[in-house]
């Protein structure tokens, strides 16, 4: 940390652009691909290396670092004043394949270089703070997501994981087994002691950079779900099966992801639907397709517009799949209701922004968040930071360093106000 910044205590952005700048090439490194992305995908190796590394920097930054049993990492600056109560901040670790390396990490390197500062310039806090490297929110290696976030929150049971596996059929229990957690050697990770959570993040779309704002103050973020749909055909030779007879299960997921992006053309913004991954089998050029597989995500911030559309593509896929003599089996593996964020704590964010005349906006994120989930126990909410040109879950993600620098001066301006004074 800058001494000379330390000594004048006064959140100056410029006191953090060495440290985030370099705090995000080193965690970079752990699950770095030729191709200059990361990945990091639950309870992998370079997911162990990475939350070992982030554990030790915990403690470096003087901090008290602890795992809980799903392997969400936790490092701890204990406060001076009789409230049992946290404030939490944070992100979380894994990573979509080759993903960007600012996605989760900057909250979490944001939240720990914040943590030494506020340490380092004013001593124990009054309440407890906290940084969180969740384990998991990406939903990248099996059909979940939020399960560091679901664990905290008690929507997921360590003990009772859903049996669910990735596409190597290693079940998540397996997994984490393997990595150590869900044995009991740690503490169980629900949460009972949080009373407000603040999630900094890059923002993964381009609304700031267009207009030139340094800091986005989220407002809600959009509900969303996800579905896989198998369909259902005949394999076959593609040379002596006449097109009349065939029943080509490819053919009938074509028609049914055309039908959503029509329907979702003439809904209202800010709903999105999106086809992700499509996995057909056997998957060879001379023989018709006979099983195809696909994921549905369908976004929107109005929860009647979420209900309305999940009622209506399965009926659909379902007419279509007769049409064609092909069968078709929807299941929904991930529901999450829109969520407003906290209103009181983001007029603190707006009034540290105006005093430090950078340039902000309220908005509402349309991608996901841990938030979202621990929202639903505390009080909570979001910052975020400009992405240039919108690119997120790419190698090609970027935000300027002295963007990062503004975000973890605003955080750790908000986490000194509710951490060393009465503010409450």
Not at 8 to 15: A, I, K, L
Not at 32 to 52: F, H, I, K, M, N
Request: proline content about 5%; overall charge negative; charged content about 20%.
């Amino acid at each position: 940390m800058n001494k000379i910044c330390e000594i004048h205590r006064n959140f100056d952005p410029s006191c953090f652009e060495t440290d985030i700048a370099q705090a995000i090439d080193w965690l970079a490194k752990y699950g770095s691909e030729p191709d200059g992305g990361v990945t990091r995908l639950l309870y992998s190796p370079a997911w162990q290396e990475a939350q070992t590394a982030l554990a030790r920097r915990m403690e470096a930054a003087g901090l008290a670092a602890r795992f809980d049993d799903c392997g969400n990492l936790y490092g701890r600056l204990e406060g001076r004043g009789p409230e049992r109560e946290v404030i939490l901040t944070g992100s979380h670790v894994d990573t979509v394949p080759s993903g960007g390396k600012y996605d989760g990490a900057y909250g979490i390197l944001a939240g720990v270089i914040a943590l030494e500062f506020l340490y380092e310039n004013f001593g124990p806090p009054l309440r407890t703070l906290e940084v969180v490297s969740l384990c998991e929110e990406e939903g990248s290696r099996f059909p979940l997501a939020y399960w560091g976030s679901g664990n905290l929150t008690g929507r997921y049971a360590i003990h009772t994981p859903p049996d669910i596996a990735d596409a190597d059929r290693i079940t998540l229990q397996a997994a984490m087994n393997a990595a150590g957690f869900g044995l009991g050697t740690f503490p169980p990770p629900k949460r009972a002691d949080i009373a407000r959570f603040i999630e900094l993040h890059v923002e993964q779309g381009f609304v700031l950079e267009k207009d030139q704002a340094a800091i986005g103050i989220v407002q809600g973020i959009v509900g969303q779900r996800r579905y896989t749909v198998q369909v259902g055909g005949s394999a076959n030779h593609a040379g002596t099966t006449p097109m009349k007879y065939r029943h080509d299960a490819l053919l009938g997921a074509c028609e049914m992801i055309e039908w959503m992006e029509k329907k979702a053309l003439h809904k209202t913004e800010p709903f999105v639907s999106t086809v992700g991954q499509l996995h057909v089998k056997p998957n060879s050029s001379n023989v018709i397709p006979g099983e195809v597989a696909f994921t549905v995500d369908i976004r929107d911030a109005h929860a009647a517009a979420l209900q309305e559309f999940s009622g209506e593509f399965p009926e659909a896929f379902a007419r279509i799949a007769a049409r064609r003599g092909l069968t078709v089996d929807i299941g929904e593996w991930m529901n999450m209701a829109p969520i407003m964020m906290n209103g009181e704590m983001n007029a603190a964010l707006a009034a540290i922004c105006r005093r430090r005349n950078l340039p902000f906006r309220m908005m509402f994120s349309g991608a996901g968040h841990d938030t979202q989930v621990i929202g639903e126990m505390c009080p909570a909410t979001m910052l975020f930071v400009p992405s240039r040109a919108g690119i997120s879950h790419s190698p090609r993600e970027y935000s300027e360093t002295k963007d990062l620098a503004a975000g973890v001066a605003v955080l750790a301006e908000w986490l000194y106000k509710y951490g060393y004074t009465d503010s409450d």
